[in-house]
């Protein structure tokens, strides 16, 4: 199997998306800042991953999430994840 993981930064709140076979091992890549484009903003925490069943529909859903539309909708799911999650504390 193939993932496409979103990371999220505890430092600056920021995301990361990247694709790999073995999303734990990525996670504690990036968190041990054995990743050039991460290490300035470890830790990590994994905000969701998606499957496939081959590395080329992963990249390809990778780069998705990396273009406007994806970003567009990336920020679309967190805000209404993120309120929904602030009316259950009430």
Not at 32 to 54: N, Y
Not at 59 to 83: D, H, I, N, P
């Amino acid at each position: 199997m193939h993932y496409v993981y979103v990371l999220q930064s505890l430092k600056d709140h920021g995301t990361y998306v990247g694709s790999t076979n073995d999303v734990q091992r990525r996670l504690d890549e990036h968190n041990a800042g054995r990743s050039g484009s991460t290490k300035h903003r470890a830790p990590f925490t994994i905000l969701f991953i998606e499957e496939f069943q081959s590395s080329p529909e992963a990249k390809r859903r990778e780069q998705w999430w990396k273009s406007g539309a994806g970003r567009r909708k990336m920020k679309e799911f967190f805000v209404k994840r993120r309120s929904e999650s602030d009316e259950r504390q009430y």
